[in-house]
């Protein structure tokens, strides 16, 4: 059995069990608030027990209501079961699929007086029985892949560093459904040969590829080295032409193809996007009102905090008490950065531009804590407000360092896609201060390509607990 046989099989097992536990919420909700006595205190409802068809003609519905949200989030993927993202997602297909009952509810069995809390329980026990079923099926198939089961047989063509790198990553996968057979030559590697691992088997040469492919039962043919040319490529695909194998090719510039890429269409021509504008058009125009919204409301709050703050800064120690500096934002946008005074006047001065050490001794005993607290940052909801900066968003830096960090660090400036934010997905992952820049500027990275609304809440709330907890 092929991995695509093993997770068409699985798909379908999970749609039909799916079915049963939608239906199987509704029974349980139904039982829980009118039979089981455990709501009487909490419903309005004091009356008898509604007919218990009423909500049976509700599972059709529901059950199209739920399958349709959960085809739309993708959770028909057997091997995406066992990340995090799974649940999440359930989430917001309950969320979805709520709102899309009530709807129908209103529009179709208006007739009817349906309980919220039948509606609401059922969500909630949903949730739970989807997110077992999942972690179920992904468990059974990690087991039945370990018994070679549903197993992708792998080759790779053409052996080189790229090949090399590739066959780490494939192998370190142990549950990843793919099994590296082995390393199928190309006339242009001249060292397939000499291979490093005593593990990497030679299949052959692309001149007998389809015996290969035949012989070995291959699933899958990889393409990884960049100098395997057109006609050794085109040759491959002419000889699989008639059996069922899928092909494919690891592109040169595989280091900068991540999240966003994709094949689309330029004027009638196939080209491959290796790099999108991020932040732009409706969700561009939500992020910006939602920083509008945010900061206004939390200067408005604020406002009675920083006045204090401004009065014991000026009273601590001379000099301002509001300290700017120039700063770094979006496409390389100065700007000046606003915050809280925590070091005496003169603290940079003869110094330039240096990062803060957490015990610098041109802290003031004020600003030690309101640095520990990050109080210092509150006046950037001004900068947020303005547009300099955003909510969310890769910390600003300083523009004397931007020079040193671009030649030292690599992709340094792919911080500077979005506007820098007062957080961002790098702090709320530990990542503050004097913390290595290379890991901040991958978690920048991720957050730029895997941006979305939903992050930016989950990175704020993570950021009030961070505070919270000190």
């Not at 910390?395 to 931007?402: A, D, T, V």
């Amino acid at each position: 059995m092929s991995k695509k046989t093993l997770d068409h099989l699985l798909i379908a097992l999970i749609v039909l069990c799916d079915l049963c536990f939608i239906a199987t919420a509704i029974v349980v909700a139904y039982w829980v608030r009118f039979e089981s006595g455990w709501l009487d205190t909490l419903s309005l409802h004091k009356g008898g027990s509604p007919p218990f068809n009423d909500y049976l003609r509700l599972i059709p519905v529901t059950a199209i209501i739920w399958l349709v949200t959960l085809k739309g989030f993708k959770l028909y993927r057997p091997d995406k079961y066992g990340t995090s993202a799974v649940f999440w997602n359930l989430c917001k297909t309950s969320v979805i699929a709520l709102i899309g009952t009530l709807a129908t509810l209103f529009f179709i069995y208006h007739h009817v007086a349906y309980s919220r809390w039948v509606m609401l329980l059922a969500t909630g026990f949903n949730l739970v029985f989807l997110s077992i079923c999942r972690l179920v099926f992904h468990r059974f198939r990690q087991s039945v892949q370990a018994q070679g089961v549903g197993v992708s047989r792998v080759a790779v063509v053409g052996y080189d560093d790229r090949s090399r790198q590739f066959i780490n990553v494939l192998n370190s996968e142990s549950n990843s459904g793919h099994k590296l057979v082995g390393v199928i030559d190309a006339e242009e590697i001249t060292d397939i040969s000499h291979t490093d691992s005593s593990d990497i088997k030679l299949l052959g040469n692309c001149d007998e590829i389809l015996e290969i492919v035949n012989r070995c039962k291959l699933d899958i043919l990889f393409i990884t080295s960049p100098v395997v040319a057109n006609h050794t490529i085109l040759h491959i695909l002419h000889a699989c032409e008639g059996i069922p194998i899928q092909i494919y090719v690891l592109p040169e510039l595989s280091e900068f193809i991540k999240g966003g890429t994709a094949v689309t269409d330029f004027e009638g021509l196939p080209v491959l996007k290796l790099r999108d504008t991020p932040m732009q058009g409706v969700s561009g125009i939500i992020k910006r009102l939602i920083d509008i919204v945010f900061s206004l409301f939390a200067l408005i709050v604020l406002c009675p905090l920083m006045l204090i703050i401004t009065v014991a800064v000026r009273m601590n120690s001379p000099g301002k008490a509001i300290f700017t500096q120039e700063r770094v934002s979006r496409a390389g946008k100065r700007f000046n950065i606003y915050k809280f005074r925590s070091m005496r006047a003169d603290a940079e001065y003869d110094v330039g531009h240096v990062w803060a050490k957490t015990d610098d001794p041109r802290q003031t005993n004020l600003g030690r804590f309101l640095r520990r607290w990050s109080l210092d940052e509150l006046p950037q909801f001004f900068n947020v407000l303005k547009g300099d900066m955003s909510l969310v968003g890769p910390r600003p830096e300083m523009s004397g360092l931007i020079g040193t960090f671009q030649e030292t660090i690599p992709h340094y400036l792919a911080r500077q896609r979005v506007k820098s934010g007062m957080t961002g997905w790098a702090q709320v992952n530990g990542l503050r201060g004097n913390t290595p820049l290379e890991d901040r500027v991958n978690y920048d990275r991720y957050y730029i390509e895997n941006w979305s609304i939903v992050l930016d809440i989950k990175i704020i709330l993570r950021t009030v607990w961070a505070i919270i907890k000190g």
